[in-house]
């Protein structure tokens, strides 16, 4: 099956600090998605995207959907422990499923 | 209920032997997906349903591999013949609608052993 990728793979941060991860492909999308896995559990769904070059913000959560509408970045700001997970970019095209990327894992550091 | 359900959360079988994965939907949604993930990937598709029927099944590795969702609610995933490379965490979504603006909420998934 297609796989997004994702960099970076995983990141080290300081707590306090901003984060910023991207996904690409290369297939066009129509919709962008943005999950977030804690060990054992399922991805929970952090951001939505529908429309190319369309910016998006849920709290300290903001995420793009590139016009090339072939990427997608998400950022973090001023990052808390909680933060600590894995991301995942998930990318629907003509068809109903969607691809998931090779995910970024973050750790932050307090 | 008020998230998607999986049964089991955890099943440990030996190789060879048959085994059932269950799903159950938010309600009211009407598109359902299977996915697989290994350690260290990220969620791999398997097939999707749109009410009762597979609209895309591509993703399924092999023919061991079934799911059935009878009713337009609940799913099974069925393998057959299991191998220890089956080992993985399957997980389910649900959406709303398919299509465009609609946003996939997962299970919390089946870790699987195969030994």
């Known amino acids: 099956g297609q796989q997004l990728n994702q960099s970076p793979q995983s990141m080290f941060i300081q707590e306090g600090e901003d984060v910023s991860m991207n996904c690409t492909s290369s297939s066009i999308f129509n919709t962008w998605l943005w999950y977030k896995q804690d060990p054992g559990e399922g991805p929970v769904l952090l951001i939505a995207?529908?429309?190319?070059?369309e910016l998006t913000s849920n709290g300290r959560l903001t995420a793009q959907f590139g016009i090339t509408r072939k990427d997608s970045f998400l950022n973090i700001s001023a990052s808390i422990p909680s933060d600590v997970g894995i991301y995942f970019c998930a990318g629907r095209g003509t068809g109903n499923q969607f691809y998931f990327g090779t995910g970024t894992s973050l750790t932050v550091i307090p | 209920g008020a998230g998607v359900s999986q049964t089991p959360s955890n099943k440990v079988t030996e190789k060879g032997k048959y085994v059932e994965l269950r799903c159950d939907p938010i309600?009211?949604?009407?598109?359902l997906y299977w996915y697989r993930q290994s350690l260290g990937q990220g969620p791999e598709f398997l097939i999707y349903f749109q009410g009762t029927g597979a609209a895309d099944d591509s993703g399924l590795p092999n023919d061991r591999f079934f799911a059935v969702r009878p009713e337009g609610s609940v799913s099974t995933l069925k393998i057959q013949r299991t191998e220890r490379g089956d080992s993985a965490v399957y997980l389910c979504a649900s959406s709303l609608l398919p299509g465009a603006a609609t946003e996939a909420f997962f299970g919390q998934g089946t870790r699987l052993t195969v030994v």
């Open positions: 309600s009211g949604h009407t598109a």
């Open positions: 995207l529908y429309k190319a070059g």
